[in-house]
């Protein structure tokens, strides 16, 4: 009986990947904790840069001005609230109101809009359907300073400027784009199985949509909505340009961050800074709260469809 006796350098090749660890000497390992430092310290930094200005704004509407004057970086000595009650009677509660007003309408008649665009344009194939999309699509690539002057007119030819369904049907052309472009991604990863088991039972393409596919796509939802919340949340060039008294008898329907920006102008030559960085403060924690509650869901609509 003959015995073969292979070599070391041929028993490794043949084991798994062997011949490739001999080769690359182990050094996978060592490169992925290189990158996980690496991808871990930016971050951090990143979060640093982010973080900081967030607590010394919110710590400057607990000073005075001289403490901010005098050490803009230090801890206040002693803890003032009166910075918010001042602010909020020289207007930034109305200017809250009037912004939470049109987000109530503006927010979910973008997602049902957006939404049912997207379904549309993911399941049911027509004449034009991609000609459609890269229209939505080519909206987001629309700089929206490039439209101030032809909308300007628009909504003055209806009537709508400095009125609040004027803002409304604005915002929602505005989000739209971003809306359709992810919600039609994430329908497109939805089980057509399920689909086919509500037309074979005899459920309507409403009934389907409502009741099957919509809540399915709940993950989607809750991301891009909170983005639309952020998005026209902290709109500044839009308000600016629609919402502007157009006589002496018109009031003011300022939005918050048009609110901010006059609150500057109204200390003139006098300084409050206290009073603007609790503006700042109360225009900043809805957002924060919004964004931190929905953590998660946004993390897992965002991955939910490269993961399927």
Do not use: C
Request: proline content about 6%; cysteine-free; hydrophobic content about 50%.
């Amino acid at each position: 009986m003959t015995t073969v006796t292979k070599a070391p350098g041929e028993a490794a090749a043949e084991r798994p990947g062997g011949g490739r660890r001999a080769k690359e000497g182990g050094k996978g390992p060592s490169d992925g904790t290189v990158l996980n430092v690496f991808s871990h310290g930016f971050l951090a930094v990143w979060a640093i840069l982010i973080v900081l200005p967030l607590i010394w704004l919110a710590l400057g509407s607990f000073k005075t001005d001289s403490q901010i004057g005098g050490s803009a970086l230090s801890w206040p000595s002693h803890w003032h609230f009166d910075a918010f009650s001042r602010a909020w009677d020289k207007g930034i509660g109305d200017y809250f109101a009037h912004t939470l007003i049109v987000l109530v309408f503006s927010v979910p008649l973008t997602m049902l809009l957006g939404s049912m665009a997207a379904y549309v344009l993911a399941r049911y194939p027509f004449p034009g359907n991609r000609v459609v999309y890269y229209f939505f699509v080519s909206g987001a690539m629309f700089p929206v300073f490039l439209a101030l002057v032809p909308l300007f007119f628009m909504v003055k030819r209806l009537d709508m400027l400095n009125t609040y369904q004027g803002l409304i049907l604005v915002y929602v052309a505005y989000s739209m784009p971003f809306t359709v472009f992810f919600m039609h991604s994430f329908f497109r990863t939805l089980p057509t199985a399920v689909h086919e088991a509500a037309v074979i039972d005899g459920a309507s393409d409403t009934r389907i949509f409502f009741q099957v596919m919509l809540p399915m796509a709940k993950p989607g939802l809750i991301s891009v909505g909170i983005f639309n919340v952020l998005g026209q949340w902290n709109q500044y060039i839009l308000p600016s340009v629609l919402m502007q008294p157009q006589s002496g008898s018109d009031p003011e329907r300022y939005m918050l961050t048009q609110g901010l920006i006059q609150l500057q102008y109204q200390m003139g030559y006098e300084t409050d800074l206290p009073v603007l960085f609790a503006g700042v403060t109360i225009a900043m924690i809805p957002m924060l709260v919004v964004y931190l509650s929905f953590q998660r869901q946004i993390q897992a609509g965002l991955t939910s469809a490269t993961l399927k």
